[in-house]
């Protein structure tokens, strides 16, 4: 979802002989197996899979932007630290995700330069702006509550580098929608003006989070192959339906409205009926029209050109040191 | 860009004395480099106490065509294992 299921290649013509393979690598996943780097697997598969991981990984790169725009700014020490800590476990997630990526046979840096090309994509959300701190509350309550709602059916996912960083991502992230759930009850909680800000928030971010479960289902193409393959587990509207009703309660709770005139509980399903968000602006977020877009490519670009010089030293020492071992052994035991 | 750092296998060794264990891999220039980011990355929540470095191009490892040969064999072995002896109930525990 951090992918949103977009650009999707055509499917690959059968090589001649492969269908054998294809069929015994079907049964494999459908006996629940674990596909691992190795492993035979159809060019269309990894393919597939080396655009969600490496959209998902520079989701988790780019979203650190609009959360790191408020560490100097955070309002005590103790957010402070909160803050940094999240968004360094933003850098490990994505770290996980290009490792994983990695082992399809893209190098990190080939996803990089495509992220800054703009061949590749990360997340709409990082889109938008974060114009205050309330904002950061809302990013960790309703940005990461998407986030996970998708990571934790992808940790059943079929391909085991993938699955695994989805494991420990997992393990990190309920921290981050607490901490902004806590930012936003403070708020909510506080001055008539404070409350205001944190209305205001999920105001801004409502739809772009129900976005960042992709496009409605009948618009979503290649749903079907990614199913049977288990890298894809539930379909963009049955996540965005889970979100909306777990979030709801949650807003009341707040004392604050969701900004949906038709959001009402329907019995009979089980859930909130909601308005959809508007698909046009999703689309022209993706293309690159979005508030944020050109900042954040370009925060990124400046950071590699920057860490150019740094990057190169490091290696340099390091050829240095191992020359002078006379290409000694790396030591790594106890 | 020049160069790509190599690539490193990160392996950690939990509280309680148990094994290392493979959690992950990271580029790094060199060992040291590799150590500070596997602490930086995989150490953030107290999961280790002690943590090995390895470069990905020094395991060698197996390949799934050989899945077969390697571990087939043990799969008629059963009397390796404790389960495969009947032990009469008035033994008692052994
Ligand atoms: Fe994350
Ligand atoms: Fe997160």
Same mark, same amino acid.
């Given at each position: 979802m951090y992918g949103q299921e977009l650009g999707a290649t055509q499917r690959d013509g059968i090589e001649a002989g492969t269908e054998e393979l294809e069929a015994a690598f079907q049964a494999r996943i459908d006996n629940n197996e674990r596909i691992e780097p190795k492993d035979w697997m159809p060019e269309h598969y990894r393919k597939t899979l080396i655009r969600m991981m490496g959209q998902h990984a520079h989701s988790e790169i780019v979203g650190q932007l609009p959360e790191g725009n408020w560490i100097t700014r955070a309002p005590t020490l103790e957010r402070k630290q909160i803050l940094l800590a999240k968004v360094q476990d933003e850098a490990g997630h994505g770290l996980y995700l290009y490792s994983a990526a990695e082992t399809l046979g893209v190098t990190r840096d080939d996803l990089t330069e495509q992220l800054l090309s703009g061949k590749m994509k990360y997340s709409s959300?990082? /889109?938008?702006?974060?114009? /205050?701190?309330a904002d950061i509350g809302a990013v960790g309550w309703l940005v990461d509550g998407a986030a996970i709602m998708n990571q934790v059916p992808l940790q059943r996912t079929s391909y085991g580098p993938y699955s695994r960083a989805m494991i420990r991502i997992c393990k990190e992230e309920s921290f981050h929608q607490r901490q902004g759930f806590d930012i936003m009850r403070k708020m909510a909680n506080g001055t008539p003006e404070q409350r205001e800000m944190a209305q205001d928030a999920l105001n801004r971010f409502w739809y772009p989070s129900l976005m960042m479960f992709g496009p409605s289902d009948k618009e979503s193409v290649h749903s079907d192959q990614s199913m049977k393959w288990r890298i894809?587990? $539930?379909t963009n509207d049955e996540l965005r339906q889970k979100f909306v009703d777990q979030t709801v309660p949650q807003a009341e709770f707040l004392g604050l409205s969701v900004p949906d005139d038709k959001l009402a509980w329907n019995e009979e399903k089980g859930g909130y009926d909601f308005s959809e968000p508007d698909w046009n602006e999703f689309f022209q977020v993706i293309k690159? $029209?979005?508030?944020?877009n050109e900042e954040r490519i370009e925060a990124r670009r400046k950071a590699w050109d920057d860490g150019a010089w740094f990057r190169d030293a490091l290696t340099a020492h390091a050829e240095k040191q191992a020359q002078r071992r006379g290409e000694g052994v790396l030591q790594a035991a106890e | 860009m020049s160069k790509d750092w190599p690539l490193w296998e990160i392996f950690i060794r939990g509280q309680h004395g148990l094994n290392h264990r493979h959690v992950g891999s990271l580029h790094a220039p060199d060992a040291e480099m590799a150590m500070n980011h596997a602490r930086d990355v995989?150490?953030?929540?107290?999961?280790?106490v002690s943590i090995w470095v390895v470069k990905s191009v020094d395991i060698t490892a197996s390949s799934p065509s050989e899945k077969g040969p390697l571990f087939d064999p043990a799969e008629s072995k059963t009397y390796r294992h404790p389960t495969f002896y009947d032990i009469p109930d008035e033994v008692g525990h052994m």
């Open positions: 959300i990082f /889109n938008y702006p974060t114009l /205050n701190w894809k587990i $539930n690159g $029209n979005g508030p944020c | 995989y150490t953030r929540r107290k999961e280790g």
